[in-house]
């Protein structure tokens, strides 16, 4: 038996534990969450930044440890053939290494194309943020330092949102642990719809004006699908035939840097602090921040699934009382199960729901 059939049996099995309610209260899950993780220090997302419109475009680069990687980063950006005018703020971000010294020498290459940012170390969120202090392009794009932008990307990205006026273009992208070019090999990524990914997309400076990312968290990127994609009257766009953006899968990133460890309870405190703060940017508790929440639910405990039960499932019941504070009353059809298993407290129901999504 395959190993997906085999899960498959075993949830058949246990599918009567789906009628087991969760009879922890949110008073005990609260106390048992910052038992577990009392260092909870809520930033906001919140920012005053300044619109300085110079360019084109500015592209933002954090970087911090990448003397292996910058290289190639700054020779994609660099090397574009456009019409349209940029500029690289790179964020050096309390490097060890030579990563600032390989940046300088490029910003003595390219005096008009490269200023360079040096702080120390407030990790992904703190260098955006750094750079995000001045906005100086009509749209803003973030490239990692560790990925490229692909040929062609700017010219094409910005004629296609000049044309539309979009507040918020994506691209498509490519993903490989190697090479990060689309005419080798790679897995290629046509979006239907916008990525939660801060990167492969362009902002119009106004989307940004008012917004940081929050310090101090892991998942740093979960403000861009809470936020900002419910911000009223945006126009996005999605052009996903562009293969834009090259993504490095990196093996040492959150993704499994984060398993198992107590920083993961930070998917929940990031959630519940973008739901908090929607009334600062204008963002209504509608049927998307709704869906988007559901949908939100099951990643928590995907990410959560590591640690110990009685963690996952105090989450769970502060993400019932979460449900009421803002939703009380709406319906999805979208992620009915998912309700259901809020509504009636049934914890696991929405294990068994996050494992079958993860086989299917």
């Given at each position: 038996m395959s190993?997906?059939?085999?899960a498959?049996?075993i949830i058949?099995?246990?599918?009567?534990l789906d009628?087991?309610?969760?009879?922890?209260?949110?008073?005990e899950?609260?106390n048992i969450?910052r038992?577990?993780y009392p260092n909870?220090?809520i930033t906001t997302?919140?920012?005053?930044?300044?619109?300085?419109?110079k360019?084109?475009?500015?592209?933002i680069?954090?970087a911090?440890?990448?003397?292996?990687?910058?290289?190639?980063?700054?020779d994609?950006?660099l090397?574009?053939?456009?019409k349209?005018?940029?500029?690289l703020?790179?964020?050096?971000?309390?490097?060890?290494?030579r990563?600032?010294?390989?940046?300088k020498?490029?910003?003595?290459k390219?005096?008009n194309?490269i200023?360079?940012i040096?702080?120390k170390?407030?990790g992904?969120?703190?260098a955006?943020?750094?750079?995000?202090?001045?906005?100086q392009?009509?749209y803003?794009?973030f490239?990692d330092?560790?990925?490229?932008?692909e040929k062609?990307?700017?010219e094409a990205s910005?004629?296609?949102?000049f044309?539309?006026?979009?507040?918020?273009?994506?691209?498509g992208?490519l993903?490989?642990?190697?090479e990060l070019?689309?005419?080798?090999?790679g897995i290629?990524?046509?979006?239907q719809a916008?990525?939660g990914y801060a990167?492969?997309?362009?902002?119009?400076?106004?989307?940004l004006?008012?917004f940081?990312?929050?310090?101090g968290?892991?998942?740093e990127?979960t403000p861009?699908?809470?936020?900002?994609?419910?911000?009223?009257?945006?126009?996005t766009?999605?052009l996903?035939?562009?293969?834009?953006?090259g993504?490095r899968i990196?093996r040492n990133g959150i993704?499994v840097?984060?398993?198992?460890?107590r920083?993961?309870?930070?998917?929940?405190?990031?959630?519940e602090l973008?739901?908090?703060e929607?009334?600062?940017f204008g963002?209504?508790y509608d049927?998307r921040?709704y869906n988007?929440f559901?949908s939100?639910?099951?990643?928590?405990?995907?990410?959560?699934r590591?640690l110990p039960?009685?963690?996952?499932?105090?989450v769970?019941?502060?993400e019932?009382k979460?449900?009421?504070?803002y939703f009380?009353g709406m319906?999805?059809?979208?992620?009915?199960?998912?309700e259901r298993?809020?509504?009636e407290?049934?914890f696991g129901?929405?294990r068994l729901l996050?494992?079958g999504?993860?086989?299917?």
């Amino acid at each position: 038996m395959s190993t997906k059939n085999l899960a498959k049996s075993i949830i058949h099995n246990i599918a009567p534990l789906d009628f087991i309610r969760s009879h922890m209260s949110t008073e005990e899950a609260e106390n048992i969450l910052r038992a577990f993780y009392p260092n909870s220090n809520i930033t906001t997302c919140v920012a005053q930044n300044k619109l300085d419109i110079k360019y084109d475009l500015q592209i933002i680069v954090p970087a911090y440890n990448v003397e292996k990687t910058i290289s190639q980063c700054l020779d994609s950006a660099l090397q574009q053939e456009t019409k349209y005018s940029y500029i690289l703020t790179v964020v050096n971000d309390g490097s060890t290494d030579r990563s600032l010294e390989i940046i300088k020498s490029y910003q003595k290459k390219y005096p008009n194309q490269i200023e360079v940012i040096s702080q120390k170390n407030r990790g992904l969120s703190g260098a955006r943020n750094r750079a995000m202090k001045i906005l100086q392009g009509k749209y803003i794009t973030f490239l990692d330092s560790d990925d490229v932008l692909e040929k062609g990307a700017v010219e094409a990205s910005l004629r296609a949102a000049f044309q539309s006026n979009a507040d918020i273009l994506q691209m498509g992208w490519l993903t490989s642990s190697t090479e990060l070019d689309s005419s080798k090999d790679g897995i290629v990524y046509h979006p239907q719809a916008l990525s939660g990914y801060a990167w492969g997309k362009l902002y119009k400076a106004q989307v940004l004006a008012h917004f940081q990312f929050s310090e101090g968290y892991w998942f740093e990127d979960t403000p861009i699908s809470s936020i900002l994609f419910g911000m009223k009257n945006y126009k996005t766009q999605v052009l996903n035939e562009l293969i834009g953006y090259g993504y490095r899968i990196n093996r040492n990133g959150i993704t499994v840097k984060s398993r198992g460890k107590r920083r993961c309870l930070e998917t929940y405190l990031i959630t519940e602090l973008c739901l908090k703060e929607y009334p600062k940017f204008g963002v209504l508790y509608d049927q998307r921040a709704y869906n988007h929440f559901l949908s939100q639910c099951l990643m928590n405990q995907k990410r959560l699934r590591r640690l110990p039960r009685e963690i996952q499932e105090a989450v769970f019941v502060c993400e019932c009382k979460l449900k009421v504070e803002y939703f009380d009353g709406m319906h999805s059809q979208q992620n009915r199960r998912v309700e259901r298993a809020l509504d009636e407290h049934k914890f696991g129901m929405f294990r068994l729901l996050e494992l079958g999504r993860q086989i299917a």
